[in-house]
């Protein structure tokens, strides 16, 4: 805007400058067709001077007397015409000298004014070289800076293209992680489509902008932050209750470490469970029959199962509900006699593997000299 307004200024002036050129040369025109007419004038009344002077001359010697006359014969009828020649004399004389210093005024005037003229044009001529030095370096300016413009207007919209797949990706990722936020979401973009339509005449399209982008996140930002709130207390009460005797993790990343291990968490109480259920009934047992060898119990009786009438089976279930009651469920039992992990089944897997030395063969060390 500013080179553009820059180079109509300079345009007009250069308009203005070749105006006045124009008015200089007309003017010089008028001056020289002026000196022409005036030289002109000045040529005839110098020849007409001329002419006179020569006609006055003929006189003159028309009136000599002629020299085997005596003078003072004619001296007396031809003195009045004499002087009338000689007056006619000087005063053609005088009008020659007129001329002449006319001439030499009008040639005087006719060189300032050429001097003038050529001031005048050398200036004006330089006013225009000056304008047009300058026209081109703002045009060259206005291709830089055309080109520049180009250059980052290229790489605005490259960059601009990335952010709209990165805010596209956050905004496909929040609407797969949190669904319940989608209607809100689609209902802003709605929202911000139509007020850009207002606004600037845009059209509704089937891609998502940037701003359709935006308008959609800022839209699950409230919903996903009471996600995430009803999430941490959750968590916060979940994570005391698998691991009570551990404290509970302040940052979200803690919490989120805790979550990821509570199904193996949970697999580990339901077998706390288990062996806190059997440990209640075997105690009920042995209260009431402490001659009973625990060492009998390690199996059960095949079949024993289809040999109990319902009735006992249900009578069973009761008093096991019952005895499950004085259990504490708040005690983690842990097994007294727990199975190797599998790092040391692998380790033990790889000590097996392990070929052993052939006695037969023999040594590979060189013998002793």
């Known amino acids: 805007m500013f080179f553009s307004s820059l180079q109509a200024n300079l345009k007009a002036r250069a308009a203005e400058a070749a105006a006045n050129v124009a008015k200089v040369e007309?003017?010089?025109?008028?001056?020289?067709?002026?000196?022409?007419?005036?030289?002109n004038r000045a040529v005839t009344h110098y020849h007409k001077a001329k002419l006179d002077r020569i006609d006055l001359a003929r006189e003159l010697e028309a009136l000599k007397p002629p020299r085997s006359r005596s003078w003072s014969r004619i001296s007396?009828?031809?003195?009045?015409?004499?002087?009338?020649?000689?007056?006619?004399?000087?005063?053609?004389?005088?009008k020659l000298k007129l001329a002449e210093q006319e001439l030499t005024r009008l040639r005087q005037l006719e060189q300032n004014h050429l001097i003038e003229l050529n001031s005048l044009r050398t200036a004006e001529k330089e006013k225009v070289d000056d304008l047009s030095r300058r026209l081109t370096e703002v045009e060259k300016q206005r291709l830089a800076l055309q080109e520049e413009v180009t250059a980052k207007s290229t790489e605005l919209t490259a960059t601009a293209k990335r952010w709209t797949e990165g805010f596209g990706a956050l905004d496909r990722g929040l609407a797969a992680a949190f669904p319940e936020t989608q209607e809100a979401a689609l209902t802003a973009v709605?929202?911000?489509?139509?007020?850009?339509?207002q606004a600037t005449g845009e059209g509704s399209s089937e891609y998502f902008s940037m701003e359709d982008h935006l308008a959609s996140m800022a839209a699950r930002v409230d919903p996903i932050t009471k996600l995430g709130w009803e999430l941490r207390k959750?968590?916060?009460?979940l994570v005391p209750m698998l691991w009570p005797e551990e404290a509970v993790p302040q940052d979200i990343s803690g919490l989120i470490s805790a979550m990821e291990r509570a199904p193996d968490r949970f697999l580990d109480w339901k077998e706390s469970a288990t062996r806190a259920g059997a440990d209640m009934a075997l105690s009920?047992?042995?209260?009431?029959?402490?001659e009973v060898d625990l060492g009998q119990l390690e199996f059960r009786r095949a079949g024993v199962e289809t040999k109990l009438p319902a009735d006992l089976k249900a009578a069973r279930l009761a008093r096991a509900s019952t005895i499950a009651d004085f259990v504490d469920k708040t005690v983690f039992v842990a097994d007294p006699n727990p199975p190797p992990s599998d790092e040391d089944y692998m380790d033990d897997e790889e000590a097996e593997n392990v070929p052993e030395d052939d006695p037969a063969a023999g040594s590979t060390d060189a013998p002793l000299a």
Do not use: H, Q
């Open 284 to 290: 009920f047992v042995l209260s009431w029959y402490n």
């Open 190 to 197: 709605g929202i911000a489509r139509e007020s850009r339509r």
């Open 76 to 94: 007396e009828p031809l003195a009045p015409r004499c002087g009338e020649s000689e007056e006619a004399g000087r005063s053609a004389a005088r």
């Open 26 to 39: 007309e003017a010089g025109k008028a001056v020289m067709d002026r000196r022409t007419t005036l030289y």
């Open 234 to 237: 959750a968590a916060e009460e």
